[in-house]
């Protein structure tokens, strides 16, 4: 999202990424975001040209957090390729407790929107590859340190990374508390190294 963003559109955006997160989009009213920023109708409209894009553009602007958030952790040169990948997810974690749990909106959006919209289907998808992707780079220079277990593919093991850590945020929604992500990391992460432990060497 543009640092040059309007204002208003700013406002409604990040009042919605909330409201997304805690009420999916079906239950999005855009008259209750309307209220909740004291915003006229038309104006929404101005920046908006539907619900839908709305929405959409949402999403993008959650992105650029999670872009921000990847690009803090993996490319933190001074530590080990898997600390890297671990801290982008216990940063996460740490993002949803302060959201009381409520899970990660990609993932949220995507079970609520996949089969009845091709747009959501292909966006969020779309994103998820990406974060696997960005994940993958990371673990194919742990590859080459020998860290990941013998035989391992970093691609596959990324894409397998995203999709348990969705899982495990569904979960961790349903029950209100990290236990769920927690244990997704310790399990990922000692089935993924080599020995099950990854190494410490910088």
């Given amino acids: 999202m543009s640092e040059s ?5 700013r406002q409604l955006l990040e009042a919605g990424l909330k ?16 209220s909740a ?5 038309g104006s929404f409209y101005h920046h908006f040209a539907s619900k839908e894009d709305f929405a959409l553009q949402a999403v ?9 958030g990847l690009a803090a952790c993996l490319s933190d040169n ?20 302060g959201d009381g749990y409520l899970g990660c909106m990609l ?3 995507g079970q609520e929107l996949a089969g009845v919209s091709e747009a959501f289907r292909t966006k969020i998808d779309g994103c998820l590859t990406t974060i696997g992707d960005q994940l993958a780079a990371c673990l194919v220079e742990a590859h080459a340190r020998g860290e990941l277990a013998p ?3 970093p691609h596959h093991l990324a894409k397998l990374l995203v999709n348990c850590w969705e899982g495990a945020a569904l979960r961790s929604r349903l029950q209100r508390n990290p236990q769920p992500l927690d244990e997704m ?17 910088a």
């Avoid at 920023?37 to 109708?41: D, I, L, Q, R």
């Avoid at 993008?60 to 921000?68: E, F, L, S």
């Avoid at 390729?81 to 982008?88: E, N």
């Fill in 151 to 153: 035989g391992a593919d």
């Fill in 60 to 68: 993008d602007m959650y992105m650029g957090a999670v872009h921000q």
């Fill in 185 to 201: 990391l310790e399990f990922y992460f000692q089935m993924a190294t080599r020995n099950g432990q990854p190494t410490d060497k």
């Fill in 107 to 109: 993932g949220g959006l």
């Fill in 78 to 97: 001074g530590a080990p390729p898997l600390t890297r990948v671990r801290s982008f997810f216990e940063a996460t974690r740490e993002s949803y407790r």
């Fill in 19 to 34: 409201m997304l997160l805690e009420r999916g989009y079906n239950d999005l009213g855009v008259q209750a975001l309307l």
């Fill in 5 to 9: 963003m309007h204002p208003t559109k």
């Fill in 37 to 41: 920023t004291g915003t006229p109708k």
